[in-house]
């Protein structure tokens, strides 16, 4: 059972519905592959949390291995702040703000 709970930002909820959308339309294979890989995501960091490098801003960063996005987070006490699913190649550093 992982130790923190995780609560995602309203933008990064939008920032995955977008991408499993997008990866639907092309290949519904892809976006079950994708979903999936979110989903390991989630766990890995909910486990450990700290395993993940320190990134910008406060915040770590897991990388999909392979899908080209990052699951950004912020550790708050126990729990794990989703900030952004980012899109490796598109605008960096957009999700700053949140």
């Known amino acids: 059972m992982p130790k923190y709970s995780v609560r995602f930002h ?3 909820v939008k920032e ?3 991408s499993q959308g997008w990866y639907l339309q ?3 294979v ?7 890989e979110l989903s390991h995501a989630i766990e890995m960091v909910a486990n450990s949390p700290e395993r993940w490098p320190k990134y910008k801003s406060g915040t770590r960063r897991y990388i999909f291995p392979r899908y080209p996005f990052s699951l950004i987070y912020r550790i708050n006490k126990n729990i794990i ?5 980012a899109h490796q190649k598109k605008r960096p550093d957009y999700w700053a703000k949140r």
């Open 10 to 12: 309203q933008e990064a």
């Open 16 to 18: 995955s519905e977008k």
């Open 26 to 28: 092309r290949n519904p």
């Open 30 to 36: 892809a976006a079950y592959g994708f979903v999936n």
């Open 81 to 85: 702040e989703v900030l952004a699913i």
